[in-house]
């Protein structure tokens, strides 16, 4: 999960100076994207158990 977060930081960079809206940002694409371990399923979906 660290490297998909990472994704949207630059090395080096930390989370301190980051606004909320963006940390709000950042998860709500990360827990919106399909895993194939969960069937292809979001998080959000196996969470909340929405089809």
Do not use: E, W, Y
């Not at 709000?24 to 069937?39: A, F, H, T, V, Y």
Request: glycine share 8%; aromatic share 6%; net charge positive.
């Amino acid at each position: 999960m660290n490297v998909l977060i990472r994704q949207h930081l630059p090395n080096g960079k930390g989370f301190d100076p980051l606004a909320q809206d963006d940390i709000q940002c950042i998860m709500d694409k990360r827990n919106n994207r399909s895993r194939r371990c969960l069937g292809f399923k979001t998080p959000n979906q196996a969470l909340f158990g929405i089809n």
